[in-house]
């Protein structure tokens, strides 16, 4: 294509296209899809595309379809390698001066024809040979890039579920950016309602009478008609088949399989006709006739454990429910969520003969730091035998949303709460290197819901994190997932802004950004940053990359946050997007934290998602009190990360503001500016509060009132910082933002400050009562406050070090690491294998002639498992960690190997989508 082209008064300009060796395959309904978007994009700028019969030396563009002599001879001359794996693509200038645009496979044309109507749209020039001098090759990093389109109410979701113009626009914007599925996630809306006295909004939540009425069932559902239940069938059937038009496969996610909500007497919907005696058959006929229905499902997820409705070992019902899969007519993956799981059930939908995959959660129910985090939380593992119920975290067999006879269901939670409690938050043990399933991530929607999100670094590190020892790739929860949960769903627009002009039409149009970082770097880590850069340049011109930057810096703060300081890993229960305070001062109420923490529980005691790693402010406090090493990430250390993210995303969005013209008009500018100053006001309220928890909890064990009197000005600073955040949204959002109906789960920025403000008086009141018995900071005393104040270590500690490609099992692994810098301290080699339900080991290092040195013994390295490990150099007071973290946080913490020469299981393709080379 050439941009130069002119156009005579009357005449548009025309750009010639056809497609290179073999037949044309423009007649795929996927191809159609896109030459259609890249003549829309063209026609924008007044150019017409017209295909001929033929990619021969007549068109400006040829198209290639798979390898073919014709294209393969073309891009042997332009010294281009052409991709051969499935979704990859080649769009490059050839040796006549033509653009020539090949996909490996239907999907990968697919990406190459939307990737130059996304540049003609946002660049606003038609794209043209030249620019593809240095060539576009792309192949994909991760198998699987899945967006969850989460239903939760019907008041906020049935209008976008039969939205049809919606519906296009936005799986358009979903294959533009490269995801390749479309889980469409129904049930989801409760953890199964046992006594729950909040279940009332009950539309999809044990889908199928919802979409089918299955002959030889009588099963009814109250208030709700039979047109309905046809409009609801014709929906999704033209979903599916919008989102197969474009590429993608279509995903149903059926996340509920019981249907007893007769003892929930506020139910909107009752459902009669199916009873423990045909539950089993029911559910098998009615996957059945959906699956038929709707032929272009090519997957199902399943939500396996007690939650579902169906308890932990009952293999019965599955191996009836299969059934359905089996009888199918075609490949349907089977993707089973990881919680609960065991290898009996894995082995139950193995015999289905179809393509299995479990799917973990990859941080809690939350959005963390990019790496697999290295350890779960204690309260994770299964409790000893002999340990005292009164001293066990957690929340053993009853649950947030248990009634009061949750006795009598507590059989049930076998797994999940019981010798399988470690496959809750993370992938427990199943990254075995000889399974013979899949296993895909699942992002959740803890950490946030409602604000903008775009950090293209982040975004490259779980693009790198997807594929995690062989991992399938992840499924992002969209943005706005769970709004109007649990029955409180609000008409209007589920973004939440008071100003309809910054609602928009379509509230996902706020985050496509969010939609373009994510689905790019999922698909390619290493992606051209002006993949990116274009949509802000398209918006904001020339303050396009300080929007970016600000967005960015502003969007490390809260995964960060979200894996550093985890007082719970349930979403039902932490929102720190939306913070509910907790105590620095008290012992937490058993909700919303103190449910799943040790005693006594306070905000100072509250530990990291990922505790290998990172200390409490109440174990740093307890180091520095006892003069011990400080042997993991202090707290101090990621509080200054936060108010170093906090200042660049300020200063970014202060240089956008001065370039773009009426900001404070600037619909998208007013969006991003808003959110952008909420994040960065968050992020410093938790660099001052946890300052201030570990002074209190200094004060503690010192009993120096100078440590108090710090605690309570730093907290004084955090609640100024909230404040900002508070004032910010007082006039943007509306003042009950809805995402459940706990107080925590709910409201709006400006209504937490009341509980802070009520937390720093009881700090101060408390601090005054000690006083008297309390004493004046020593020698030592004011030593250790004046080393809070200048703490300043980033704890990373670069080495020389190599990894091996790989160990061979049953072999010793010898491994080397040489810290840079003259230093005589120890090294302390970690290592483990990739399995949360192992402790890590440890060992010291022996100094050798340029570095040091140890050896991993031939019995651990006998494992079906990969091996971590990273090392500690303990430097004076504080240690330093290889690899440690990267400035922007987006790396990984460790090394992790694969066993050499073992046989690998064979797992069927997950691609659905024909191939064709």
């Given at each position: 294509?050439?941009?130069?082209?002119?156009?005579s008064?009357g005449?548009?300009?025309?750009?010639s296209c056809?497609f290179?060796g073999g037949p044309?395959?423009?007649?795929?309904?996927q191809i159609?899809?896109a030459l259609?978007e890249?003549?829309?994009a063209l026609?924008?700028l007044?150019v017409r595309?017209i295909t001929?019969?033929?990619?021969g030396?007549?068109?400006?563009?040829?198209?290639a379809l798979g390898?073919s002599?014709?294209i393969?001879?073309i891009?042997?001359?332009s010294?281009?390698d052409?991709?051969?794996?499935?979704d990859s693509?080649?769009?490059f200038?050839?040796?006549d001066?033509?653009m020539h645009v090949?996909?490996?496979?239907i999907r990968?044309?697919?990406?190459a024809?939307?990737?130059?109507?996304?540049?003609?749209?946002?660049?606003r020039i038609?794209?043209r040979a030249a620019?593809?001098a240095?060539?576009?090759?792309?192949?994909?990093?991760?198998r699987?890039?899945?967006?969850?389109?989460?239903?939760?109410?019907?008041v906020?979701?049935?209008?976008?579920?039969?939205?049809?113009?919606?519906?296009r626009q936005?799986l358009?914007?979903?294959?533009t950016?490269?995801?390749?599925?479309?889980?469409?996630?129904?049930g989801?809306?409760?953890?199964?309602p046992?006594?729950?006295?909040?279940?009332?909004?009950v539309?999809?939540?044990?889908a199928?009478?919802f979409l089918?009425?299955?002959?030889?069932?009588?099963?009814q559902v109250?208030?709700f008609?039979?047109?309905?239940?046809?409009r609801?069938?014709e929906s999704?059937?033209?979903?599916?088949?919008?989102?197969?038009?474009?590429?993608?496969?279509?995903q149903?996610?059926?996340?509920?399989?019981?249907?007893?909500?007769?003892?929930?007497?506020?139910?909107?919907?009752q459902?009669?006709?199916?009873g423990?005696d045909?539950l089993?058959?029911?559910?098998?006929?009615a996957?059945?006739m959906?699956?038929?229905?709707v032929?272009?499902?090519?997957?199902?997820t399943?939500?396996?454990?007690?939650?579902?409705?169906?308890?932990e070992g009952d293999?019965?019902?599955w191996?009836t429910?299969?059934?359905?899969?089996?009888?199918a007519?075609?490949t349907?993956?089977l993707?089973?969520?990881?919680k609960g799981?065991?290898?009996?059930?894995?082995?139950?939908a193995?015999a289905t003969?179809?393509?299995?995959?479990?799917?973990?959660k990859y941080?809690?129910?939350?959005?963390?730091?990019?790496?697999?985090q290295?350890?779960?939380?204690?309260?994770?593992?299964?409790?000893a035998?002999?340990t005292?119920?009164d001293?066990?975290a957690g929340?053993?067999?009853?649950t947030l949303?248990?009634?009061e006879?949750?006795?009598?269901?507590a059989?049930k939670?076998?797994?999940?709460e019981?010798?399988?409690k470690?496959m809750?938050y993370s992938?427990?043990?199943?990254?075995?290197?000889?399974?013979?399933y899949?296993i895909m991530f699942?992002i959740?929607?803890?950490t946030m819901?409602?604000?903008?999100?775009g950090d293209?670094?982040?975004a490259a590190?779980?693009?790198r994190?997807?594929s995690?020892c062989?991992?399938?790739?992840?499924?992002?929860?969209?943005?706005?997932?769970?709004k109007g949960r649990m029955g409180?769903g609000i008409?209007?627009?589920r973004t939440?802004?008071?100003d309809d002009?910054l609602a928009?039409s379509?509230?996902?149009?706020?985050?496509?950004y969010?939609?373009?970082?994510w689905?790019?770097?999922l698909?390619?880590p290493?992606?051209d940053p002006?993949?990116?850069?274009r949509?802000f340049a398209?918006?904001?011109?020339a303050?396009g990359g300080?929007?970016?930057?600000?967005?960015?810096?502003?969007?490390?703060?809260l995964?960060?946050?979200?894996?550093?300081?985890?007082p719970?890993?349930?979403?039902n229960?932490y929102?720190?997007e939306m913070?509910?305070n907790?105590s620095?001062?008290h012992?937490a109420p058993?909700l919303?934290y103190g449910?799943?923490?040790?005693?006594?529980a306070r905000f100072?005691?509250v530990g990291?998602c990922?505790?290998?790693l990172?200390?409490?402010?109440?174990?740093?406090?307890?180091?520095?009190?006892r003069?011990?090493?400080?042997?993991?990430?202090s707290?101090?250390t990621?509080a200054?990360?936060l108010d170093r993210?906090?200042t660049?995303?300020?200063v970014e969005l202060?240089?956008?503001?001065?370039q773009?013209q009426?900001?404070?008009?600037?619909?998208?500018?007013?969006?991003?500016?808003v959110?952008?100053t909420?994040?960065?006001?968050i992020?410093?309220?938790f660099?001052?509060k946890?300052r201030a928890?570990?002074?209190?909890?200094?004060?503690?064990?010192?009993?120096?009132?100078?440590?108090?009197d710090?605690?309570?000005?730093q907290y004084?600073?955090?609640?100024?910082?909230?404040?900002?955040?508070?004032e910010v949204?007082?006039d943007?959002?509306?003042p009950d933002?809805?995402?459940?109906?706990?107080s925590?789960?709910?409201?709006r920025?400006d209504?937490?400050?009341?509980?802070?403000?009520?937390?720093?008086?009881?700090?101060v009141?408390?601090?005054?009562?000690r006083r008297?018995?309390?004493?004046a900071?020593t020698g030592?005393?004011?030593?250790?406050?004046?080393q809070i104040?200048a703490?300043?270590?980033?704890?990373?500690h670069p080495?020389?070090?190599?990894?091996?490609p790989g160990?061979?099992?049953?072999?010793?692994?010898?491994?080397?690491?040489a810290p840079?810098?003259?230093?005589p301290?120890?090294v302390i080699l970690?290592?483990?294998h990739v399995n949360?339900?192992?402790?890590w080991?440890?060992?010291?290092?022996?100094?050798?002639?340029?570095g040091?040195a140890?050896?991993?013994?031939?019995?651990?390295?006998a494992?079906?498992f990969?091996?971590?490990?990273?090392?500690e150099?303990?430097?004076?007071?504080g240690s330093?960690f290889?690899?440690?973290?990267?400035?922007?946080l987006?790396?990984?913490p460790?090394f992790?190997?694969p066993g050499?020469?073992?046989q690998?299981?064979e797992?069927p393709?997950?691609n659905n989508?024909?191939?064709?080379?």
């Amino acid at each position: 294509m050439d941009h130069t082209t002119t156009m005579s008064p009357g005449a548009a300009a025309t750009v010639s296209c056809g497609f290179l060796g073999g037949p044309d395959p423009s007649s795929l309904p996927q191809i159609a899809w896109a030459l259609g978007e890249l003549a829309d994009a063209l026609a924008g700028l007044g150019v017409r595309l017209i295909t001929t019969a033929d990619g021969g030396e007549a068109v400006a563009v040829s198209f290639a379809l798979g390898a073919s002599p014709a294209i393969e001879q073309i891009a042997a001359l332009s010294a281009v390698d052409l991709p051969a794996a499935p979704d990859s693509f080649a769009i490059f200038a050839g040796a006549d001066d033509r653009m020539h645009v090949y996909g490996a496979d239907i999907r990968g044309l697919v990406y190459a024809v939307t990737e130059l109507a996304d540049r003609a749209r946002c660049g606003r020039i038609v794209p043209r040979a030249a620019d593809f001098a240095v060539p576009l090759v792309e192949t994909p990093a991760a198998r699987v890039r899945s967006i969850s389109r989460c239903f939760q109410s019907d008041v906020e979701d049935l209008p976008w579920f039969h939205d049809r113009e919606g519906w296009r626009q936005y799986l358009t914007q979903l294959a533009t950016h490269r995801f390749n599925r479309i889980s469409l996630t129904l049930g989801m809306q409760y953890n199964y309602p046992y006594g729950n006295e909040f279940l009332s909004d009950v539309y999809f939540y044990f889908a199928y009478p919802f979409l089918v009425a299955v002959p030889g069932h009588d099963v009814q559902v109250s208030n709700f008609g039979e047109d309905e239940r046809r409009r609801n069938l014709e929906s999704l059937r033209f979903i599916a088949a919008e989102a197969d038009r474009r590429g993608l496969d279509f995903q149903l996610a059926l996340w509920t399989q019981s249907y007893d909500f007769d003892s929930c007497p506020a139910a909107n919907h009752q459902i009669t006709g199916v009873g423990p005696d045909n539950l089993a058959l029911y559910c098998r006929d009615a996957l059945a006739m959906i699956l038929a229905e709707v032929p272009e499902i090519s997957g199902l997820t399943l939500r396996v454990h007690v939650e579902c409705g169906i308890p932990e070992g009952d293999y019965r019902f599955w191996k009836t429910y299969f059934e359905a899969v089996e009888g199918a007519g075609r490949t349907i993956r089977l993707d089973l969520h990881a919680k609960g799981i065991d290898e009996q059930l894995i082995a139950t939908a193995l015999a289905t003969g179809m393509p299995v995959t479990v799917s973990p959660k990859y941080t809690s129910e939350h959005l963390g730091l990019p790496y697999h985090q290295a350890s779960i939380r204690q309260l994770e593992l299964p409790p000893a035998q002999d340990t005292d119920p009164d001293e066990r975290a957690g929340r053993d067999l009853s649950t947030l949303y248990s009634g009061e006879d949750a006795d009598k269901h507590a059989a049930k939670w076998k797994f999940s709460e019981g010798s399988r409690k470690f496959m809750r938050y993370s992938y427990g043990d199943l990254m075995r290197e000889d399974r013979p399933y899949g296993i895909m991530f699942r992002i959740w929607p803890g950490t946030m819901r409602i604000l903008l999100w775009g950090d293209a670094a982040l975004a490259a590190g779980y693009g790198r994190n997807a594929s995690f020892c062989g991992a399938d790739g992840i499924e992002l929860c969209e943005p706005l997932s769970f709004k109007g949960r649990m029955g409180t769903g609000i008409s209007g627009s589920r973004t939440g802004y008071q100003d309809d002009t910054l609602a928009g039409s379509h509230d996902w149009r706020k985050f496509a950004y969010t939609y373009r970082v994510w689905g790019r770097s999922l698909y390619d880590p290493d992606a051209d940053p002006q993949a990116f850069r274009r949509h802000f340049a398209a918006l904001f011109g020339a303050a396009g990359g300080h929007c970016e930057a600000a967005l960015g810096s502003a969007s490390r703060i809260l995964p960060l946050v979200t894996l550093a300081h985890t007082p719970t890993a349930s979403n039902n229960s932490y929102w720190p997007e939306m913070y509910q305070n907790m105590s620095i001062v008290h012992e937490a109420p058993y909700l919303p934290y103190g449910y799943e923490l040790f005693k006594p529980a306070r905000f100072g005691t509250v530990g990291a998602c990922d505790p290998q790693l990172f200390l409490s402010p109440a174990e740093l406090a307890m180091a520095m009190h006892r003069g011990y090493d400080i042997r993991k990430l202090s707290p101090l250390t990621w509080a200054n990360w936060l108010d170093r993210f906090a200042t660049e995303a300020a200063v970014e969005l202060a240089r956008a503001r001065a370039q773009v013209q009426q900001p404070d008009v600037d619909v998208e500018f007013r969006r991003l500016s808003v959110d952008v100053t909420i994040l960065g006001a968050i992020g410093r309220f938790f660099a001052a509060k946890i300052r201030a928890a570990v002074f209190w909890e200094l004060g503690l064990l010192s009993c120096e009132s100078d440590a108090a009197d710090e605690a309570i000005a730093q907290y004084r600073l955090a609640r100024e910082a909230w404040a900002v955040a508070a004032e910010v949204s007082r006039d943007v959002y509306l003042p009950d933002i809805t995402y459940g109906p706990h107080s925590w789960l709910r409201g709006r920025w400006d209504d937490r400050l009341p509980a802070i403000d009520l937390d720093i008086a009881e700090m101060v009141r408390v601090a005054a009562e000690r006083r008297p018995s309390a004493h004046a900071a020593t020698g030592l005393g004011r030593g250790r406050i004046a080393q809070i104040h200048a703490w300043s270590a980033s704890q990373l500690h670069p080495c020389r070090h190599v990894p091996p490609p790989g160990f061979i099992p049953g072999a010793d692994l010898e491994l080397s690491c040489a810290p840079l810098g003259a230093s005589p301290h120890p090294v302390i080699l970690h290592y483990r294998h990739v399995n949360q339900a192992e402790p890590w080991q440890w060992l010291e290092m022996d100094p050798v002639k340029g570095g040091h040195a140890g050896r991993i013994a031939a019995a651990y390295t006998a494992s079906p498992f990969p091996l971590q490990y990273y090392f500690e150099i303990r430097d004076g007071a504080g240690s330093g960690f290889c690899p440690g973290f990267v400035d922007d946080l987006s790396n990984t913490p460790y090394f992790v190997l694969p066993g050499l020469g073992r046989q690998k299981a064979e797992r069927p393709n997950h691609n659905n989508k024909e191939q064709l080379q």
